[in-house]
């Protein structure tokens, strides 16, 4: 029973195309994040939802778009894709609420792997 | 910017020895997280240790935290074939307002450790 999944596992796609990435978390987790990996396989965070409200949004360009609808789920949009845009990215969620301690670990999808041709 | 930074960037060992990895960063924190990730896999947490904490052990594995030093080391014990994998460090040292950090680590590029049969 996977704790956080992401769909695709695998994105081939061609420059110019718009793209989204789904994920979803059965863990009962208030707050959610986007992560992208990339080839040396540093890993950088792109946003993060807590209940729906965005509460982290690096400086990730305005092409790139996430998407609450429920606590449970926060997808990821990219419009224009670029071939930079090529890492893998990585959904993961945390029990991380307001008002209580924030020292919480995070749980990691298994990733979705862009190719951008 | 990065804010860890992990030494070695690769490690191969045989079955049975320590395995120490470092980890260093720039800004004070409220804690440092271990995640260990398997090829083509999503990050999956170790340890979680507080600003306030020095030393943490879980099973085979021994944090230990320098906040002066701002340093911090894992030590996986006794290892073993299945311990292959990335390791990374991770600082969470956000601070929104209300005093509450919504988890937003911050990763070094991880080590490589090899483990040997």
């Known amino acids: 029973d996977t704790a956080v999944s992401q769909t695709p596992k695998y994105l081939v796609t061609q420059m110019g195309n718009d793209k989204s990435i789904k994920c979803e978390q059965n863990?009962?987790?208030?707050?959610m994040y986007w992560y992208k990996q990339d080839s040396k396989k540093f890993l950088k965070i792109m946003f993060s939802?807590?209940?729906?409200?965005?509460?982290i949004n690096e400086t990730v360009p305005n092409r790139f778009s996430p998407k609450s609808p429920d606590k449970a789920h926060l997808n990821l949009h990219i419009n224009s894709l670029e071939l930079g845009d090529s890492a893998v990215y990585f959904c993961a969620s945390s029990p991380a609420k307001i008002g209580t301690g924030m020292d919480q670990p995070q749980h990691f999808g298994d990733g979705t792997r862009l190719s951008i041709l | 910017s990065q804010q860890g930074e992990e030494d070695p960037q690769a490690l191969s060992i045989q079955e049975g020895e320590n395995a120490t990895m470092n980890c260093s960063y720039k800004t004070s924190i409220n804690n440092l997280q271990w995640y260990r990730q398997n090829s083509g896999r999503g990050l999956v947490h170790l340890i979680l240790i507080r600003s306030n904490e020095r030393e943490k052990h879980s099973g085979r594995l021994r944090v230990t935290l320098d906040t002066s030093k701002k340093s911090s080391s894992l030590l996986i014990t006794a290892s073993r074939a299945a311990d292959t994998a990335s390791y990374f460090c991770a600082t969470d040292a956000g601070l929104l307002a209300g005093g509450t950090s919504y988890g937003k680590l911050t990763f070094g590029q991880g080590t490589i450790l090899t483990v040997h049969p």
């Open positions: 863990l009962g987790h208030d707050t």
């Open positions: 939802y807590n209940n729906k409200e965005l509460i």
